[in-house]
């Protein structure tokens, strides 16, 4: 028997099981009342199908969020359906009332029969603005939907989730179950290392096992130091076998990368396909180490191996990590933890540096800089955005942890 069937058809079937979460709030978005009134949601009969003893039909029973911590705040959703999407010409939604993870719960809640999320979430792996991390699904578990059951991991007490709060933000809450085979212990994304989460995370929060830690996996995933980067360069290469790919890293709040023969990848899918995926001969590749990927463009993806250029945005001084953005001209200002907002600027860019340590599948090398401390014949300095002091903290507290110098 010979079956027929149109790609149209095939790919309508799949679009009713795997869709991106965007996608699927447009379709629920276009199901609702519009204008919200009163700040409440509800299904126009109109634009649903009501179907017997199951609720709405086009509301599945489950939904898998991978990356469930990237959930939008309220604010920023509320800002995006204002005007209407990214360029404003799609459906606005003006007073919209609830947070992505909210909304996402509303959703399946429409079911009159039972509905499941599952969310899988990193942790410490926040890095844009209005990305709402674990708190928000448990603060609307907490105040909107307190009949629905929870069962969560309790690895997800630890520091990265939620600022480790989330013994606290669920104490209230009497539908919650933990369960250790709810956490997913085996670290994938580099395979000769499956404790390369845990170092980084050591070493990011500054704890005394970070040592320990990588004396147990850098025989098998090598961690190498420099302060120079053509050094960095030549220990790439020398690494690289066939297909293997390596890429220079660096955090969007670096500036001074120039001076090392550096520049960033130009926004746009485009460029980050070429980075990814053209061969070592071809200059837009990755592996021609000129063009350096930030956190945004490589989250969720991988290289074999990476180096990570270390700048003057977050630097280790007197025991801790100091946050600095430059001005675009002449300074780096040092951001302090006054407002909420600079607060979660700061963890932003605390975790851009746990996402680009997790980039590299085999191996990676980190250059810290040495700085100019070159001082011109009137006595001033040759470059003040880039003076060594910037630097060494960084590279010392990385050189105690064990890792080898080039």
């Known amino acids: 028997m010979f079956l027929y069937t149109q790609l149209s058809d095939s790919r309508r079937e799949v679009r009713k099981f795997i869709q991106i979460i965007h996608r699927y709030r447009d379709n629920m978005l276009a199901k609702i009342k519009n204008p919200v009134e009163n700040g409440r949601l509800e299904i126009d009969p109109t634009k649903a199908v009501n179907q017997k003893d199951s609720g709405y039909g086009e509301v599945e029973h489950v939904a898998i969020f991978d990356e469930a911590q990237r959930s939008w705040t309220h604010q920023r959703l509320a800002n995006y359906l204002k005007r209407g999407g990214t360029y404003g010409n799609k459906l ?27 969310c899988l979430v990193g942790g410490g792996q926040e890095i844009n603005t209005g990305e709402a991390g674990i708190t928000e699904w448990i603060r609307s578990l907490n105040e909107s939907f307190t009949h629905w059951k929870v069962y969560i991991s309790p690895r997800l007490t630890e520091p990265e989730y939620a600022e480790g709060k989330v013994n606290e933000l669920l104490h209230e809450n009497k539908n919650v179950t933990y369960s250790e085979s709810l956490h997913l212990g085996v670290f ?21 096992n970070a040592t320990s830690i990588y004396a147990e996996i850098k025989n098998r ?140 599948r085999a191996g990676m090398v ?41």
């Open 92 to 118: 606005k939604v003006p007073n919209f009332p609830m947070s992505e993870a909210s909304f996402l719960i509303w959703s399946l809640d429409q079911r009159e029969d039972w509905a499941t999320i599952v």
């Open 188 to 208: 994938l994304r580099s395979y000769r290392a499956e404790k390369l989460s845990a170092f980084v995370h050591s070493l990011l929060d500054i704890n005394d």
């Open 221 to 360: 995933y090598p961690i190498v130091l420099t302060r120079d980067m053509d050094k960095a360069k030549a220990w790439l290469h020398s690494r690289v076998r066939g297909t293997e790919r390596t890429g220079v890293l660096i955090t969007k709040e670096s500036a001074r990368y120039k001076p090392l023969g550096i520049h960033v990848l130009p926004s746009g899918d485009e460029n980050a396909v070429h980075w990814f995926l053209e061969d070592k001969i071809d200059t837009r590749a990755s592996n021609y180490l000129e063009d350096a990927a930030t956190e945004i463009q490589v989250q969720g993806l991988e290289l074999d191996y990476t180096c990570l250029l270390w700048d003057a945005d977050m630097r280790y001084e007197n025991g801790q990590w100091h946050f600095y953005r430059f001005n675009g001209s002449t300074a780096w200002n040092k951001l302090t933890a006054a407002t909420e907002s600079k607060q979660e600027q700061m963890k932003y860019m605390l975790n851009a540096y746990r996402v680009l340590l997790t980039r590299a």
């Open 366 to 406: 980190i250059c810290v800089p040495e700085g100019n401390d070159n001082k011109t014949t009137s006595g001033f300095w040759e470059d003040s955005t880039r003076l060594p002091e910037f630097y060494d903290g960084t590279y010392q507290y990385l050189k105690s942890l064990g890792l080898e110098e080039l």
